[in-house]
């Protein structure tokens, strides 16, 4: 995500870094290439125009060229202006009383729109809401029956009928949600073009037949201009409540991001990030201006730290941290809960000055398939006291899991390694896991955990010189 764009704000923050002082004029570059950045990423013309304006006066103002770290404050000017430029945050739905609060999804074709509506009703239903999910895509072959395909996998109930008439199906849709004490109905409409008279006459009367609560338009965020053209358009014919940006996991230069909301003027309210049905994010602008800027999430990591692991169980683990008692088993239970919180390369991104630098990098989370076989080709005390894995044992390990001996003396060489690196991190002066899910952990700890781990790493790439030195003297 934003990739692109990152770097290139990276490379002109350090451009100014090693500067003492700066000028106006040095200000004044920086900001076309900032200018130059953005519109490369398909934001729109009078939105970098009024930004670049807005960042400029303001880094004058605040007299950046007197500072000692002119480039540190100048990445909080820009970070303010993109939270600014994305916010203010608006991520709650509105729900009404007596229900059901009715909720209408609208967008192009291809944009996202079905498998969003699932999205959102697992969303509501960990909410504890009641929710109909109502199939009125009727022009899209095969649309209905993956929407119920959909909500058997989140355990929702869809509402659907074998009709060509979207406005009727939509007040059907309503009356039964109505009827049988849903707390929620939202309604799934077919994809259209904005330029599409007849298409978009037709989806203003299903709003002007249902009236619902809240209309979000669903855009493909990998359309750039063209998301927030449509989306002004149909802001014009149904007044939009906000917006939901899909696939902003993927190839996304950032420009409907960046763009949409200053120019319909409505909040972005969800993200979506990939496309499994839990990957759908409140919008927060300020984290995502800092995730563009290559300054990390913690507080998402944090939330999703908190959502999937039990604060107790992170205590006892870290307990175990610290003592190096740290077993298969235990690792086992981390690698489940990093793979419900995206897999590990989701992870960090999140880190501040970590997302930017890994690149193309390949974090193959299929692979702990492939550890969670071996794993469980061990024997109680094989993953217990990983110590007591000789030759013989991992001999008879990789032919349990179906893999080569080599791949059994990695994993434990790797866990070995990596048991270490995690005593130092779980120690008292590193706070570890319990610190993380208490909000308490910050990058300070981190680098000195990271620190901690590259001497330990250091000491066993020592040691390993020494016995090598030795043998060659033995022979």
């Known amino acids: 995500m934003f990739e692109a764009l990152t770097e290139k704000f990276n490379s002109v923050f350090r451009s100014l870094a090693g500067r003492g002082r700066i000028t106006e004029a040095n200000v004044l570059d920086a900001m076309r290439e900032v200018r130059k950045a953005l519109l490369e990423a398909d934001v729109n013309y009078n939105v ?23 480039s540190q404050v100048l990445i909080k000017i820009v970070n303010d202006e993109l939270t600014k430029l994305m916010g203010p945050v608006d991520s709650n739905i509105y729900f009404v009383s007596p229900g059901p609060t009715v909720i209408m999804l609208a967008g192009l074709q291809g944009g996202g729109k079905t498998t969003t509506a699932a999205k959102l009703g697992k969303y509501l239903l960990e909410k504890g809401k009641k929710t109909l999910l109502a199939a009125d895509d009727l022009q899209r072959p095969a649309a209905i029956e993956q929407l119920i395909v959909l909500g058997e996998q989140i355990g929702a109930e869809v509402y659907s009928e074998k009709s060509k008439n979207p406005v009727k199906v939509a007040k059907n849709a309503v009356k039964y949600a109505k009827k049988n004490d849903f707390d929620v109905v939202v309604i799934d409409t077919a994809g259209r073009l904005h330029i599409d008279e007849e298409m978009m006459s037709e989806i203003a009367d299903v709003a ?55 120019v319909t003027g409505k909040p972005i309210k969800f993200i979506g990030v990939g496309e499994k049905l839990d990957k759908l994010e409140e919008f927060h602008p300020d984290r995502m201006a800092g995730r563009i800027l290559g300054m990390g999430d913690v507080v998402t990591l944090v939330e999703k730290a908190q959502e999937h692991f039990e604060a107790d169980e992170a205590e006892k683990l870290q307990e175990k941290m610290a003592k190096g008692s740290f077993g298969f088993d235990d690792f086992l239970k981390q690698t489940q809960a990093v793979k419900k919180m995206g897999g590990m390369k989701d992870m960090l991104k999140m880190l501040p000055g970590v997302g930017s630098k890994l690149g193309d990098m390949d974090f193959d989370d299929g692979q702990l398939k492939q550890i969670e076989g071996i794993v469980h080709s061990m024997t109680t005390l094989e993953r217990r006291e990983p110590d007591t894995i000789d030759s013989s044992r991992r001999r008879r390990i990789a032919a349990g899991a179906g893999v080569e001996t080599n791949d059994v003396s990695g994993l434990v060489k790797t866990f070995k390694r990596s048991r270490d690196m995690m005593k130092a991190f779980s120690g008292g002066k590193f706070g570890g896991l319990k610190s993380l899910l208490s909000g308490g952990f910050n990058m300070d700890t981190l680098s000195e955990a990271m620190g901690a781990g590259r001497k330990i790493k250091q000491r066993s790439k020592r040691k390993r010189k020494i016995l090598r030195r030795g043998k060659i003297k033995r022979r």
């Not at 960042?55 to 103002?61: F, L, M, Y």
């Not at 014009?236 to 420009?255: M, N, P, S, V, Y």
């Open 48 to 70: 970098v125009k009024k930004f670049c304006k807005d960042v400029t006066q303001a880094a004058i103002g605040a007299e950046v060229i007197k500072s000692l770290h002119p």
């Open 208 to 262: 002007k037949t249902i009236k619902p609560h809240q209309i979000y338009l669903v855009c493909d965020s990998m359309t750039g201009q063209d998301a927030v053209n449509s989306a002004k358009e149909f802001n014009d014919r149904l007044e939009l409540d906000g917006i939901i940006l899909t696939k902003l996991d993927g190839d996304a230069r950032g420009g409907a991001a960046l763009s949409v909301k200053a």
